[in-house]
């Protein structure tokens, strides 16, 4: 997290473990399976995916 | 001096025996603007002479534009964490420090199990999806 300020704060980590998917899409600590499935899927139809 | 110790090394060989498919461990650095990154270089090379199964590539992020561009990098230190004739996508950014040494050991074994150990259905929601997604995990070496 501190050796990528710039990723920490484009995506604004406070706290982790922070999952990113897609570019708009984001949770923080664990979650089922079943949630994370529906972040990759709401990301693929919004066509936002990050460099 | 090695980074990894003898009695490391030894509990890595252990868990190392549970590799299924080779590995290949792409690693990039670069010297001058990222010296941290040397010391991740040398670590995974390391890593990687410990079972023969595993296989390690070292490039220089700035002179090896090519492969930077392949394996889409993005910054240094990268590990790219390479199935022998399929790439998954795994990529770890950053120093392997703490209990994140642990997440790229337990990357390496799942690549080489070739399992996500996801589920059925969501094997197959992913299957269906038409456009790639990016997914981020960030941590903290504690």
Known sequence: MTSFPDLAQRYRVSSVPKTVV???REFVGAGPESMLLEHVQLAAKGGIVAP | MALITDAVAA?????????????????FSQALA?????????????????DGKLGVESYNFVLDVEKVG?????????????????DYGVRFYGAP??????????????????????????????????????????????
């Open chain 1, 22 to 24: 897609g570019d708009a």
């Open chain 2, 11 to 27: 509990q890595l060989k252990e868990e190392f025996t549970r590799l299924v498919h080779p590995v290949r461990l792409a690693v």
């Open chain 2, 34 to 50: 990222d010296p941290e990154s040397e010391q991740v270089r040398r670590l995974v090379e390391e890593l990687g002479a410990l």
């Open chain 2, 70 to 86: 392949e394996l889409g990098i993005a910054r240094t230190p990268a590990v790219a964490v390479l199935g022998a004739d399929k």
């Open chain 2, 97 to 142: 420090a703490g209990y994140e040494f642990g997440t790229l050991v337990d990357a390496i074994l799942d690549v080489s199990s070739g399992e996500s150990g996801l589920s059925e259905p969501t094997r197959s929601a992913l299957a269906a999806l038409t456009s790639p997604v990016h997914l981020q995990v960030f941590s903290t070496p504690t």
